[in-house]
């Protein structure tokens, strides 16, 4: 597996899959019980990113809500490449669960300031997660990384540009190959994480 700016993987990562496969049938996390698409289902794991999972196979917009309580800072942007499927991670510190909205745009605006974003690949997809601080609310030191991230050479993410924060949201925005590849978004704990898998 080729990761750019890659964390740590535990030995728990069967225990993802499990929980994927399953489809998390007995959870009552916020991610699960509020996704808007049968696709967005969420899985929440106390696992890190799991080397194997379903490839995606909606496009569809998908949502989850955040915890009322939730303030939570991007601290991590990475990309990596996986068996079908190029995943985006989002790590986050702060408390709470975070929500999230997240569907193919014509271009990629950014919230506040009205400004164009170049974004390169064919298609994007906007990410905005809900539940959001700036630094100063959350005392989580945010992302201070390279932006635009790049996409693994080859794969079907160009890049990642942006992890703003604007009136409780984060905004940040996939390039693709390919406008409407499916994707799939779900979140993991322990840190957390919102996970955007896009197939090939």
Not at 106 to 116: C, E, L, P, R, Y
Not at 188 to 193: C, E, H, M, N, V
Request: hydrophobic share 35%; with cysteine; glycine share 12%.
């Amino acid at each position: 597996m080729i990761n750019h700016r890659i964390g740590p993987f535990a030995a728990f990562a069967a225990c993802a899959l499990a929980l994927t496969l399953t489809g998390c049938s007995e959870s009552n996390s916020p991610s699960s019980v509020a996704a808007t698409s049968p696709a967005a289902a969420a899985t929440t794991s106390s696992a890190l990113e799991s080397e194997s999972a379903p490839i995606p196979t909606d496009a569809s917009p998908k949502s989850s809500a955040a915890s009322g309580s939730a303030k939570l800072t991007v601290t991590d942007v990475r990309v990596g490449e996986h068996e079908g499927f190029d995943r985006v991670v989002y790590e986050l510190g702060g408390k709470g669960t975070p929500g999230w909205r997240v569907a193919y745009v014509d271009g990629a605006v950014q919230d506040g300031s009205g400004k164009t974003i170049p974004v390169s690949g064919n298609g994007i997809l906007q990410v905005q997660i809900d539940g959001s601080a700036y630094p100063f609310d959350s005392d989580v030191e945010g992302y201070s990384g390279p932006n635009p991230v790049p996409g693994v050479p080859g794969g079907t993410v160009t890049e990642v540009n942006g992890a703003l924060v604007f009136e409780g949201v984060t905004q940040s925005f996939i390039g693709v190959t390919q406008p409407g590849r499916p994707f799939t978004v779900s979140t993991l704990s322990d840190p957390t994480r919102v996970v955007v898998d896009v197939a090939k």
